[in-house]
């Protein structure tokens, strides 16, 4: 299993996880349980590995700052947010103003190097989620204690738990 696998895994396991909860069985409950816990763990080594930088966070504050100051403002004269087609949020403003440009431009070009060595952290990341992982050993739950009432779409889910 690859690291980005595991961390799916963890996902949807936490997607069902009301689901999976209702269906019987000690035997399965048991290996279900040790295994979000395995997967617990290595999520967090996984996740521990795209850490950003300290000076990467005060670059971020910085930008944050300045993004605010250039945003439009409500009525209480609290910066305004708006949600990106991707669901996130992102100020509200104007980001064709040259001035804010400047701005951002010159904030970059002060953390130049700062952005560079994130830039490396985030790409050797995305490598390390294609490779192999040794270190998790998920305990494999026979076939015949997965309870029998359950649909296939948590088959699929907890498949690669299942000793085949």
Do not use: H
Request: proline content about 2%.
């Amino acid at each position: 299993m690859i690291n980005i696998e595991i961390l799916n895994l963890r996902d949807t396991l936490d997607k069902y996880k009301e689901q999976l909860g209702q269906l019987k069985g000690s035997e399965f409950a048991w290996a279900l349980n040790r295994n979000i816990k395995k997967l617990d763990k290595e999520t967090k080594i996984i996740l521990s590995k795209q850490e950003s930088t300290k000076d990467y966070n005060l670059f971020n504050v910085r930008r944050s700052e300045i993004c605010e100051s250039f945003s439009n403002k409500g009525f209480d004269g609290k910066a305004l947010l708006r949600k990106t087609p991707e669901g996130r949020q992102e100020y509200d403003l104007d980001a064709t103003n040259p001035i804010f440009i400047e701005a951002i431009n010159k904030l970059k070009e002060e953390y130049k190097d700062v952005l560079e060595e994130q830039k490396n952290i985030f790409d050797e990341f995305k490598l390390f989620l294609q490779m192999e992982n040794t270190d998790l050993s998920l305990i494999k739950i026979d076939l015949r204690f997965v309870p029998s009432e359950i649909t296939v779409e948590l088959m699929e889910v907890i498949t690669p738990m299942i000793n085949e």
